[in-house]
């Protein structure tokens, strides 16, 4: 018993509690796993999670016996009262039971704990060590952040990416060991919940696997031959499958990063081994030759534009309050171009200050980093920067969020730093001062939260202050951070989506069964994706862009309350 801590009533109470609450918890473990049976446990370690639990089961059961036993011998330093379950127990054993009991129960307890510590190393829940120190050390800012491969270095320390083993950071593989296998990525992947090849719970159980089997080689020799990531631990499929959507990342308990891992993998297959589907390669090929995914001429960025007597930047004049950054889709795609020329209709409704840059624009290489080929990012990055650092350029809005995690979030790797604002964000703030002035129309609008705007940017609240000063407002099920993917996420708008149910199909359902008239979008990508879905799908929905829907708003209040002309 400890010094003075084991006489305390309090203590003795305590531990009474605690362990009552780790059988009860225990308990309902089993409920959950053998009654439920949730789908999210596919795959999961169930037999050894069962053995876990009967252990811990019988840690406890143990040291209620022991105490309970000294009670009845009167062994207890502290007051029986204190210890109300060892108590009752102690009143329900046998005088000469009571000696053996105690003897028995004490040695159990030793032997069972003493067993549990050695065998947690060489099993799964080693989690029980790791996880703490995998939610210390996971990303808490700029979630929708990429590490920068540093080609500067020398030859023999450039990463390109996961390769084998050897090739993994410190926390990626703190992160394959701290996996509880609970399933909760699982249940939200939009991948896996159409049918695909991904699971993030089993692309970390095998990344695991791979690390305990080459890891012994590794320490032993560091020239030792490693077995490939991709196809011996996960498939290309796998690899692909990935919409980027950061889902799995948000409902891990314990800090895994699951995106770094699939981006570090594509960084391998693309760079080293030039291993991709092959309608991604068009589109690398249009960004390196053309400066955008569309591969169309540069001198056609401002087109969408004209008519509008918007102000393109040009080379050595003073920058505008405001830069609006266009992006890729609302300067080439049709259904995109809309929201960029309700964007700035409003900003001049508003009398804001803004710019555009017009063909000195080019792709922020987004796509290529989440395909993989870091090589082609970086060059759009430094090329990006070094145009916007040269027009003095301070604040700047886009539509597209994933413009706006990309220029807000990872330029700064590269000497770009700006205040980026997405488009709804800053005409809520428009809205709320007094300078855009709307009024709600008789439209049902369901809101669809970007991946890259809600989950990895935390922007929730102004896109919904646009979807109440427009129409009115119903939920979809998943929203806001627990939203669900258009499926144009991880460079998959361009790639075709072979395996499992289309990820844009079931999100159009789902917003069709709210009864809402207006699927209303905040990114380009989304508004492609969905459109399409309605398509397919033959959904009663119009997609349509927050500042398109804000525009109709804003022309229905000056019908209704401006004075007519010849009045």
Same mark, same amino acid.
């Given at each position: ?198 699971? =993030? ?5 095998? $990344? +695991? @696997?791979?690390?305990? !089997?080459?890891? /012994?080689?590794?320490? &032993? ?55 991709? =589907? ?5 589109? $690398? +090929? @249009?960004?390196?030759? !053309?400066?955008? /995914?569309?591969?169309? &001429? ?270």
């Amino acid at each position: 018993t400890l010094p003075w801590l084991g006489e305390q009533g309090w203590y003795a109470l305590m531990v009474d509690v605690f362990a009552l609450l780790v059988l009860a918890g225990v308990i309902t473990a089993f409920a959950i796993r053998k009654v439920q049976r949730p789908a999210r446990f596919a795959g999961s370690h169930l037999g050894e999670a069962d053995l876990i639990l009967l252990w811990i089961a019988g840690i406890v059961v143990t040291l209620f016996l022991w105490h309970a036993s000294r009670i009845a011998l009167g062994l207890n330093e502290y007051p029986a009262a204190w210890a109300p379950i060892s108590n009752f127990l102690a009143r329900t054993l046998g005088g000469a039971l009571s000696p053996t009991v105690e003897r028995v129960a004490v040695w159990a307890h030793v032997l069972l704990i003493l067993s549990f510590l050695v065998y947690l190393p060489y099993s799964k829940h080693l989690h029980i060590f790791l996880a703490a120190v995998n939610v210390f050390f996971s990303r808490t800012k700029s979630r929708g952040r990429l590490e920068p491969v540093n080609f500067e270095a020398p030859a023999d320390e450039v990463r390109f990416g996961s390769a084998t083993v050897a090739d993994m950071s410190w926390k990626q593989m703190v992160d394959t060991l701290s996996c509880t296998e609970c399933g909760r990525c699982q249940d939200v992947c939009p991948a896996y919940n159409t049918g695909k090849e991904l699971s =993030p719970k089993l692309l970390i159980m095998a $990344l +695991r @696997d791979q690390v305990l !089997a080459d890891g /012994p080689k590794l320490l &032993a020799s560091k020239g030792a031959k490693l077995q490939p990531l991709v196809p011996n631990a996960v498939t290309d499929n796998v690899v692909w499958d990935c919409v980027t959507c950061g889902a799995c990342v948000r409902e891990c308990p314990v800090g895994i990063e699951h995106i770094d891992h699939i981006v570090d993998l594509r960084r391998n297959l693309v760079m080293v081994e030039s291993r991709f =589907p092959e309608e991604a390669g068009s589109m $690398l +090929r @249009d960004i390196d030759r !053309a400066s955008n /995914p569309w591969g169309r &001429a540069q001198g056609d960025r401002a087109q969408w534009a004209q008519g509008l007597d918007v102000r393109v930047l040009q080379p050595g004049e003073g920058p505008p309050d405001v830069l609006f950054w266009v992006g890729c889709a609302p300067s080439f795609d049709e259904r995109a171009k809309k929201a960029a020329i309700s964007t700035a209709k409003l900003l001049k409704e508003a009398g804001v200050d803004f710019a555009i840059l017009g063909p000195r624009e080019t792709c922020t290489g987004d796509p290529a980093r989440r395909m993989g080929d870091e090589y082609t990012f970086q060059k759009q990055a430094q090329q990006n920067v070094a145009t916007l650092n040269e027009a003095k350029v301070t604040k700047i809005i886009t539509t597209c969020p994933h413009c706006f995690n990309t220029i807000g979030s990872e330029y700064a790797d590269f000497g770009g730093r700006y205040e980026v604002i997405h488009h709804t964000e800053f005409l809520a703030g428009l809205v709320r001062e007094g300078k855009l002035k709307a009024m709600a129309g008789e439209r049902k609008i369901t809101y669809h939260d970007s991946c890259y705007l809600a989950r990895h940017n935390d922007a929730t609240d102004e896109p919904r202050e646009l979807v109440a000063a427009s129409g009115q407002a119903v939920e979809m099920p998943r929203n806001r951070q627990r939203t669900f993917c258009c499926g144009a996420g991880g460079a998959r708008m361009f790639m075709e989506e072979k395996r499992g149910r289309p990820i844009n199909e079931e999100r159009v359902r789902e917003a069709a069964g709210t009864g809402a008239d207006t699927l209303a979008v905040a990114c380009p990508f989304c508004t492609v994706m969905l459109d399409d879905g309605v398509r397919e799908t033959g959904a009663k929905l119009q997609v349509i862009d927050l500042a398109t829907l804000l525009s109709e708003a804003v022309e229905r209040r000056k019908m209704q309350y401006e004075p007519r002309e010849g009045f």
